[in-house]
């Protein structure tokens, strides 16, 4: 299976990157291949530019500025969000991936005046996230990027799917064991993916 693995996390030597290198090397271990997009290491710019925003519902036009992500888009049959949570959202850079890479046309489209999904070829949703917040703080803030992937992403992918979900709450207060718990965690579930 194809696995798109998006990363967003622009320090090389950060738990965040491990996070990252044990979910490629667990995935490619699983016999996945994997398709690495590092957005910070590939320069991605997050900016939905006037352009874009005019261009947005003409597809395929709205695609020329991003069109190596949406071919990358269109040939996962499986995806994977490796993230911190910053300010209980995704870094802008990729909350920029989706605003300008699922576009109309690319990841739904309208039938007269309803939302129908272009992604249906990917079968399986998955996320590591790391949290500063508690769960408890995340739950009473509404932990808007656990909805995002298990509501939003799901619904657009499959609803009836379900989704890898890992996160590590409490960064503030992590110790080198917490950390390697969940390092392995996410070893464990991603040689399963």
């Known amino acids: 299976m194809r696995v798109l693995v998006l990363h967003s996390h622009p320090v ?57 992500y949406v071919e990358r888009l269109k040939q996962a049959e499986a995806l994977v969000i490796c993230t911190p949570v910053w300010n209980f959202g995704f870094p802008a850079i990729l909350k920029g991936y989706f605003d300008r890479v699922w576009l109309p046309g690319v990841s739904f489209e309208l039938v007269e005046g309803k939302v129908q999904s272009r992604l249906r070829h990917i079968r399986k949703l998955g996320a590591v996230l790391t949290y500063g917040a ?16 298990k509501r939003v992403l799901r619904a657009q992918i499959n609803p009836l799917k379900p989704v890898t979900f890992l996160a590590h709450y409490d960064m ?12 392995a965690k996410v ?4 040689e399963r993916f």
């Open 12 to 68: 090389e030597e950060s738990y965040g990157k491990a996070l990252y290198r044990q979910t490629l090397e667990s995935l490619a271990k699983a016999g996945h291949e994997v398709d690495a997009c590092d957005l910070y290491a590939e320069n991605f710019d997050p900016i939905l530019s006037k352009h874009d925003r005019l261009v947005y519902h003409d597809y395929p036009d709205n695609t020329s500025l991003v069109k190596p």
């Open 134 to 149: 508690t769960p408890f703080r995340a739950f009473v803030a509404g932990n808007p990027p656990k909805k995002i992937v």
């Open 187 to 190: 070893k464990s579930a991603m």
């Open 172 to 183: 503030n207060n992590c110790t080198p064991e917490t950390r390697a718990e969940f390092l």
